[in-house]
């Protein structure tokens, strides 16, 4: 059954894929959006409890606001993952731009690696199709397994069709060191709802959050550099990165103090552009337990 829901659907996807941005526009405008929004409601009590929650200094028509333009956003969002198919490399270049790219001149003439820790905030998945043609070394990012296997090999080779290397999440670690001996980069989204016992807690949006350890860890064990990558919208399919320094020598500092500071940059992004993060998550179903110290919990 799953190879018979692939093969009726690969032949819409590639034949929406082909089609000029514009037009994919026009559809996400009569039609994707209000499919999301008016009809379906798509996870619309996740979303709106979520603003509240986050936004309590802000009136109904305020949040209503963002709410509507998050689901424009997240129409525009599935159709540039469609166009993800098939667009040309140059294409991708003009409509993906970045600034202080240079940071990690001096990280490669030592023959280090680094971390791009960021949030599902503007177009994550542009980036990471970008991320190899960024830099003269290898750039890699985890991805989570479907699934159904046939859209899951689908979207893997679509992530990875200029070069960029995919891996699960379950083998981050092991592929990461497998990389080491020579540089590279990886990307690592770190704004979903992390395990409460074995997490990061920080004040986040308003409310006590979870975030995953992995990031630093994997930079203090690899002693990889960490920033953070800004994606800010300029135009519709139009998107500027910024890079900015979270740490240089991630043993040097305090456990804790990557994860706080990629917490409060990625905070600072969403309260500019709240419309531009994935709001559909459940990003705070977990609660903070009682014996959280200094952001960990301890037994």
Not at 65 to 93: C, G, N, P, Q, W
Not at 116 to 138: I, K, M
């Amino acid at each position: 059954m799953k190879a018979v829901v692939f093969y009726l659907t690969v032949p819409f996807l590639y034949l929406f894929s082909i089609l000029p941005l514009k037009v994919l526009y026009f559809l996400a405008d009569i039609l994707l959006f209000p499919l999301l929004y008016f009809v379906l409601g798509y996870r619309k009590k996740v979303v709106r409890g979520n603003l509240e929650l986050s936004f309590p200094e802000k009136s109904v028509s305020e949040i209503n606001k963002i709410e509507k333009e998050f689901y424009r956003h997240l129409a525009d969002l599935f159709v540039e993952i469609i166009k993800m198919f098939t667009i040309s490399e140059k294409a991708l270049r003009k409509r993906m731009t970045f600034d202080h790219l240079a940071i990690a001149d001096k990280w490669f003439a030592e023959n280090r690696s680094f971390v791009v820790t960021l949030g599902h905030f503007g177009n994550y998945e542009w980036l990471a199709l970008s991320l190899d043609w960024l830099f003269p070394h290898l750039g890699a990012g985890p991805y989570h397994k479907m699934s159904n296997s046939y859209f899951d090999k689908l979207f893997f080779n679509a992530r990875s069709r200029f070069g960029t290397q995919m891996f699960s999440t379950k083998e981050t670690g092991s592929f990461l060191r497998s990389k080491k001996p020579k540089p590279f980069i990886v990307t690592l989204a770190n704004d979903q709802s992390a395990p409460p016992l074995k997490s990061y807690w920080t004040t986040f949006l308003n409310q006590d959050t979870s975030f995953f350890l992995g990031t630093e860890k994997i930079a203090r064990d690899l002693d990889m550099p960490v920033v953070f990558a800004t994606i800010e919208k300029k135009d519709r399919g139009y998107y500027h990165t910024k890079l900015e320094v979270i740490c240089e020598y991630p043993k040097e500092v305090p456990q804790g103090a990557i994860l706080s500071k990629h917490a409060e940059l990625l905070e600072r992004d969403i309260k500019e552009n709240p419309a531009q993060w994935l709001w559909t998550h459940r990003r705070w179903k977990h609660k903070k337990p009682a014996n959280v110290v200094n952001g960990f919990v301890v037994k």
